[in-house]
């Protein structure tokens, strides 16, 4: 499986974006997606995941209340809305999707190349 994140830009400190994650195929109901993000010399941090077919949603503790992931108009995508962007928020941003609901890297056995995202303060 292939996945596809786009949608990383510059944005002002308040602002939003929105990032997609596409998959080479349709995403199953058992399949979770995860948005994990990296900054230089940091390890990978959890963001955001969906198991597919419940929609149930999980957040890192950065992020909530400010990030929402959901299920795209397709089969195959993924959206995560990013709102009241922070400095803190500037790294490389991830999608994964695995089996299993985790918030460790080791959980997801495909990864997109990344995005990045820097929000100027």
Not at 84 to 98: I, R
Request: proline share 2%; glycine share 12%.
């Amino acid at each position: 499986v292939q996945l596809q994140a786009s949608g990383g830009g510059l944005v002002q400190a308040g602002g939003s974006l929105s990032l997609s994650c596409a998959a080479s195929r349709r995403i199953f109901s058992s399949n979770v997606v995860g948005w994990f993000r990296q900054t230089p010399g940091k390890e990978r941090e959890f963001v955001a995941a969906i198991r597919w077919g419940r929609e149930a949603t999980y957040y890192g503790d950065s992020v909530k209340g400010r990030f929402k992931i959901f299920r795209g108009d397709a089969a195959n995508m993924v959206t995560l809305q990013m709102k009241s962007l922070q400095a803190e928020d500037t790294a490389v941003y991830y999608c994964a999707l695995g089996s299993d609901v985790g918030n460790r890297p080791s959980a997801y056995a495909y990864w997109g190349q990344g995005t990045q995202v820097t929000v100027s303060s």
